[in-house]
């Protein structure tokens, strides 16, 4: 497993989006990716069922159909993403004890501060983390603007 998350700048984007429109609701979702491939190529995004601005949940039976879903176009979830409203895009210790994919990169994005807003033009800031048997590892994120073009930043 690497240590850098390779991102296109859309689904970078996407993600964002969804974390200021779910907002002052911590905002949830899936990038799916080919199996082994390690590309997230393929947003999903959920809803919230815990709809909290401290928790998310996906609804257990929109999971089960996600699952369904990537099985049968061979897909697996690279990343996992939600949002924090109110603190650092940082892994809780909930987060850690949910987290149940090691392959996966999961990602947090922090609307705090007013990034909440679609005219805010600070930096967002949009993190990245292994989480392996409750150990937490940060990783790089690499926005490319195509996967074809990875030297591009």
Known sequence: MGVVLIIDSATYDAIVAHARRDHPDEACGVVAGPVGSDRPERFIPMLNAAMSPTFYEFDSGDLLKLYRE???????????????????????????????EPGAHYVLVSTRDGAD??????????????IIDGAVTEEEVKVVAAYGNLGDN
Not at 74 to 94: G, L
Not at 120 to 127: I, N, W
């Open 70 to 100: 990537m099985d049968e176009r061979d897909e697996e979830p690279v990343v996992i993403y939600h949002s924090h409203t109110a603190t650092e895009a940082y892994p809780s210790r909930t987060d850690i004890n949910l987290a149940q």
């Open 117 to 130: 807003s679609p005219s805010y033009d600070g930096p967002v800031e949009f993190r990245s983390y292994r």
